[in-house]
């Protein structure tokens, strides 16, 4: 198989390029992505990238693979690879520390503005805030990201102003807290999110919902916040 | 909250509504206008002039204008903010896009004035 690597060493090099590798994969076995990256690393130990988990939980190895941004380690090679071969480089729009890893201060910045936190001014109860079958399930499909990135390095409007929008994963998260029912600060969240930036410069063009490797719907919870907007000053 | 001052209210929710309601004034009207032409194939000028006569034409119209106008902002104003910034082009690009957005200002003032002259002047 021939793997693309995209390189770059800003400490040595003046600009990226793609590495050529050609490797032999055992055969019988579908491999993921990571493990093709864990294969190239014992042929040539300078590869950087970002792993931990391998199994699509941690969300460390977010990649733009063959064009597409996904998870590596819950990425087969055999659903991405075109005519045998495989096209790596880092997540799109975030600068490049080395390879594969990217800075991901943007995106973090942008976790941090909504709060991604219960904030509940009311007596804390002796056991805990309780929640009925109905109000939990509203968290449903919101919760579960991972923050991998794979959404926001995939959204244009995130590319153009990752300091002004929110982006899809930080929005998925404000919908999560603005949709809980422990929380009292929705009033004060909404306030945070009208400006024609943080939640509007969402176009609807759903491209976050496309790489979801959770298989989550920012574009459902970016409209959701818009009509909670609506209600509010209407 | 991220705030700017050229934006068309302001706030991202009015300019988001704003940009809805007048899609459907837009829309509404430009149906009905093109459904007219395809019951009337052969429209002449007296029947296309006595139809722009009428005041419920021309309240359209100028309805229409009118939204023309609010849509192209916020949807000029979405492009010049998303391509001409200073994270894309550097400390040139404030001064560009200011004249880029003055410049779509301009040009949909005389628009306006125009439509509303032709609409109102016939």
Same mark, same amino acid.
């Given at each position: 198989?021939?793997?693309?690597?995209?390189?770059?060493? +800003?400490?040595?090099?003046?600009?990226?390029? @793609?590495?050529?590798?050609?490797?032999?994969?055992?055969?019988?076995?579908d491999? @993921?992505?990571?493990?093709?990256?864990?294969? #190239?690393?014992?042929?040539?130990?300078?590869?950087?990238? /970002?792993?931990?988990?391998?199994?699509?939980?941690?969300?460390?190895?977010? @990649?733009?693979i063959?064009?597409?941004?996904g998870?590596?380690?819950?990425t087969p090679v055999s659903s991405v690879a075109?005519?045998?071969?495989?096209?790596? /480089? +880092?997540?799109?729009?975030? +600068?490049?520390?080395?390879? #594969?890893?990217?800075?991901?201060?943007?995106?973090?910045?942008?976790?941090?503005?909504?709060?991604?936190?219960?904030?509940?001014?009311?007596?804390?109860?002796?056991?805990?805030?309780?929640?009925?079958?109905?109000?939990?399930?509203?968290?449903?499909?919101?919760?579960?990201?991972?923050?991998?990135?794979?959404?926001?390095?995939?959204?244009?409007?995130?590319?153009?102003?990752?300091?002004?929008?929110?982006?899809?994963?930080?929005?998925?998260?404000?919908?999560?807290?603005?949709?809980?029912?422990?929380?009292?600060?929705?009033?004060?969240?909404?306030?945070?999110?009208?400006?024609?930036?943080?939640?509007? =410069?969402? =176009?609807?063009?759903?491209?976050?919902?496309?790489?979801?490797?959770?298989?989550?719907?920012?574009? /459902?919870?970016?409209?959701?916040?818009?009509?909670?907007?609506?209600?509010?000053?209407? | 909250?991220?705030?700017?001052?050229?934006?068309?209210?302001?706030?991202?929710?009015?300019?988001?509504?704003?940009?809805?309601?007048?899609?459907?004034?837009?829309?509404?009207?430009?149906?009905?206008?093109?459904?007219?032409?395809?019951?009337?194939?052969?429209?002449?000028?007296?029947?296309?002039?006595?139809?722009?006569?009428?005041?419920?034409?021309?309240?359209?119209?100028?309805?229409? $204008? $009118?939204?023309?106008?609010?849509?192209?902002?916020?949807?000029?104003?979405?492009?010049?903010?998303?391509? $001409?910034?200073?994270?894309?082009?550097?400390?040139?690009?404030?001064?560009?896009?200011?004249?880029?957005?003055?410049?779509?200002?301009?040009?949909?003032?005389?628009?306006?004035?125009?439509?509303?002259?032709?609409?109102?002047?016939?």
């Open positions: 198989m021939l793997v693309s690597l995209y390189r770059y060493n +800003p400490e040595v090099d003046a600009k990226p390029s @793609m590495q050529d590798y050609e490797l032999d994969l055992p055969a019988g076995k491999l @993921m992505v990571l493990d093709v990256l864990e294969l #190239l690393k014992r042929k040539d130990p300078s590869i950087s990238y /970002r792993r931990s988990c391998r199994e699509g939980v941690c969300g460390s190895d977010g @990649m733009n063959n064009g597409t941004n998870l590596a380690c819950i075109k005519n045998g071969k495989l096209i790596l /480089r +880092p997540l799109p729009g975030l +600068p490049v520390v080395r390879d #594969l890893v990217v800075d991901m201060t943007v995106f973090y910045t942008q976790f941090e503005k909504i709060e991604p936190y219960l904030i509940n001014d009311k007596p804390v109860p002796a056991i805990e805030r309780l929640q009925s079958p109905e109000e939990r399930e509203k968290l449903d499909g919101l919760y579960e990201c991972i923050l991998c990135a794979c959404c926001s390095t995939n959204c244009p409007s995130f590319w153009w102003n990752p300091d002004k929008f929110v982006g899809p994963a930080g929005l998925l998260q404000a919908y999560r807290f603005l949709a809980d029912s422990r929380d009292t600060a929705t009033d004060a969240r909404l306030a945070e999110l009208e400006d024609p930036f943080s939640v509007f =410069r969402c =176009r609807g063009i759903m491209n976050c919902v496309a790489v979801c490797p959770k298989g989550l719907n920012p574009t /459902r919870a970016i409209g959701h916040i818009r009509s909670m907007l609506l209600q509010r000053a209407s | 909250m991220v705030t700017n001052v050229t934006s068309f209210g302001r706030s991202g929710l009015y300019d988001w509504v704003m940009q809805r309601i007048t899609a459907v004034v837009l829309g509404v009207y430009f149906i009905a206008l093109f459904t007219y032409l395809l019951l009337n194939p052969d429209l002449d000028y007296q029947q296309w002039h006595a139809l722009f006569s009428t005041t419920w034409v021309r309240i359209a119209s100028l309805a229409a $204008l $009118l939204s023309i106008c609010a849509h192209a902002w916020v949807g000029l104003w979405t492009i010049s903010t998303d391509y $001409l910034t200073t994270y894309l082009l550097g400390p040139k690009a404030t001064v560009l896009r200011l004249l880029f957005q003055a410049g779509s200002v301009v040009l949909m003032f005389i628009y306006l004035v125009w439509g509303i002259q032709i609409l109102w002047g016939m």
